[in-house]
């Protein structure tokens, strides 16, 4: 069973920056496309950035294009989210997990990592 563990989230002024990471449990990381999600309070998860498994193609929201980067680390198992210049409607618990389907699919999402942008 695959499973993800979010950190790097905190509280963080507007235009602010913070560097969230996403660990793996399992070396197949490195086969997988992967994809960072963010659900505000009262929302719907949404999906903000993917990466494919060699980090040659990448995809954002437009709401985060321009101010977000998704990289990956696969001799670290490790998935990252570069957030800069933050906004208050970017708080969220943001979570990682590879797409429906795939062999790295987390059915149990991880506890996410709480972002709070505000003064």
């Known amino acids: 069973q695959v499973q993800f563990v979010e950190s790097g989230g905190g509280l963080v002024q507007p235009g602010g920056s913070l560097r969230l990471s996403c660990a793996a449990s399992t070396s197949i990381f490195r086969f997988c496309a992967m994809e960072w999600y963010r659900q505000a309070p009262g929302k719907q998860r949404e999906l903000v950035a993917l990466i494919s498994h060699q980090s040659s193609s990448t995809n954002y929201a437009d709401s985060v294009k321009g101010r977000f980067t998704i990289s990956r680390d696969n001799a670290k198992n490790t998935l990252y989210l570069q957030m800069n210049s933050l906004k208050p409607e970017d708080t969220a618990v943001y979570y990682c997990?590879?797409?429906?389907?795939?062999?790295?699919?987390?059915?149990?999402w991880g506890q996410g990592t709480q972002v709070t942008v505000s003064s």
């Open positions: 997990n590879a797409p429906v389907g795939s062999t790295c699919y987390a059915t149990s």
